[in-house]
């Protein structure tokens, strides 16, 4: 789907209607959504993703954003890594660097707990997950979702992902980032804009 204003009206419609925010229709499943779109849109959907919040907050619906790229520098500059990693980027190869990423952001270890923290201390309605293109492949989206099912399950979770995520009976469910690399499968989220009010 395009980032344009048919985009933009059924997200509002979707997540200020009651039926979303009380979790009806999903039955007993998390309520976690992926709002794909194209890579080559991402800066539409930043423009998007504002007008979308803004629009919601003039409803009452109030909007948290995490964006795990900014959530990666904050944990590693809390962790006194960042300056090192920065510092010895250019001598290390590009695998080295990525478990290096990898194991110092742990999902379940670091990040999940920190978006944790987060939620507690904040008040919202609806998590918004940013960032997913920019963390990869140190961060695995279908990593943090699964990670997150113990955290995030009271308020509805969205994961803007630029990519497509695909119902296929044969392959079941899957993430493909940048709508080629195939994610692991992960079944527990809806696609935002097959779900109506």
């Known amino acids: 789907m395009n980032p344009n204003k048919e985009m933009l009206d059924h997200l509002v419609r979707v997540i200020s209607s009651k039926r979303f925010l009380t979790r009806q229709g999903i039955g007993n499943e998390v309520p976690f959504f992926i709002c794909p779109f194209q890579p ?3 800066n539409q959907i930043i423009r ?11 409803k ?15 944990i590693l500059d ?17 695998n080295n660097l990525k478990e290096l990423l990898q194991g110092v952001l742990d999902s379940e270890e670091y990040l999940v707990p920190a978006i ?22 140190y961060i695995r989206s279908h990593n943090v979702l699964n990670n997150l099912q113990s955290t995030a399950k009271t308020q509805p979770t969205i994961m803007f992902f630029p990519g497509s995520y695909t119902h296929d009976s044969d392959s079941g469910t899957s993430l493909e980032l940048f709508g080629e690399l195939r994610d692991d499968k992960y079944y527990r989220a809806f696609n935002i804009f097959h779900f109506e009010v």
């Open 40 to 42: 080559e849109d991402a």
């Open 48 to 58: 998007l993703r504002q007008q979308l919040t803004n629009q919601l907050e003039k």
């Open 60 to 74: 009452g619906v109030q909007i948290l954003e995490i964006d795990l790229y900014d959530l990666s520098i904050e």
């Open 78 to 94: 809390n962790r006194n890594v960042l300056n090192k990693i920065i510092e010895s980027e250019h001598s290390i190869s590009k």
């Open 116 to 137: 944790a923290s987060k939620i507690t201390s904040e008040e919202f309605d609806v998590l918004f997950i940013t960032g997913v293109g920019e963390v990869f492949p």
